[in-house]
């Protein structure tokens, strides 16, 4: 059964304080891992799809990394507006559109 | 482009009753996803249709079903409702299946339903 882990439940930060969510996950077989924001009372809001080890993607202040059993989400001198909750989710092979998700990690970015 | 619509928005049920939610994907979109997201299990997996057929299904009773209709839009009902129940359901859509999207799945803003 895939699952997937995220960790910490939640995290505090300081604006300016960089730092990284984790994602641990087991799948039988990896289609792609998919990084969302999802802020309170909306819908999740896509930010990367990660397909392979070693493979990185940018977008502002946040970076995704991929391992055989890892995703990072780096935080580069984040801002109140981060403040969210970010998931982490796995698509298996053969699973068609079915992602696992992650419980979520609850970002907290103090001015 | 309009994004993926869900109604109603907020809905409050009574145990027993039976409840049916709506999701309009983004236009040209065929592939409709549901999610069950409470605090304690986080999202979890319903089901999926694509041209009209359920194509994967989740670990829910079968009081969980769902449909899909030629425009691609898509229902799901919950019969004999349980304060279980209670949770935000998300659809999410995508153009086909079997491949993972470099642009992601895109949700809805979701149903809020209370069930009392």
């Known amino acids: 059964e895939d699952q997937v882990t995220q960790s910490p439940e939640a995290l505090r930060l300081q604006e300016g304080e960089s730092s990284s969510l984790n994602c641990s996950y087991t799948?039988?077989?990896?289609?792609?891992l998919f990084w969302y924001r999802q802020d309170p009372g909306k819908g999740p809001e896509f930010l990367f799809t990660?397909?392979?080890a070693g493979e990185e993607k940018e977008k502002e202040r946040l970076k995704a990394t991929l391992t055989k059993k890892e995703s990072f989400l780096h935080i580069t001198a984040p801002k109140p507006e981060d403040s969210a909750t970010y998931l982490c989710?796995?698509?298996?092979?053969?699973?068609?559109?079915?992602?696992?998700f992650g419980k979520g990690i609850t970002l907290s970015v103090r001015p | 482009k309009a994004g993926v619509t869900q109604t109603p928005r907020y809905l409050i049920k009574t145990r027993g009753q039976q409840v049916t939610l709506s999701c309009s994907p983004i236009?040209?979109?065929?592939?409709v996803s549901w999610y069950q997201q409470t605090p304690g299990q986080g999202l979890q997996f319903l089901f999926e249709?694509?041209?009209?057929?359920q194509r994967n299904k989740g670990n829910f009773p079968g009081r969980f079903s769902g449909r899909q209709f030629s425009n691609s839009r898509s229902e799901m009902n919950v019969s004999t409702l349980e304060l279980g129940d209670s949770a935000l359901y998300l659809c999410?859509?995508?153009w086909g299946i079997g491949v993972s999207p470099s642009y992601g799945y895109t949700f809805g803003s979701g149903t809020r339903l209370t069930v009392v």
């Open positions: 990660l397909y392979s």
């Open positions: 236009s040209g979109h065929r592939s």
């Open positions: 989710a796995v698509q298996a092979i053969g699973a068609n559109s079915k992602l696992t």
């Open positions: 249709y694509f041209s009209e057929t």
């Open positions: 799948v039988s077989g990896l289609r792609g």
């Open positions: 999410a859509s995508s």
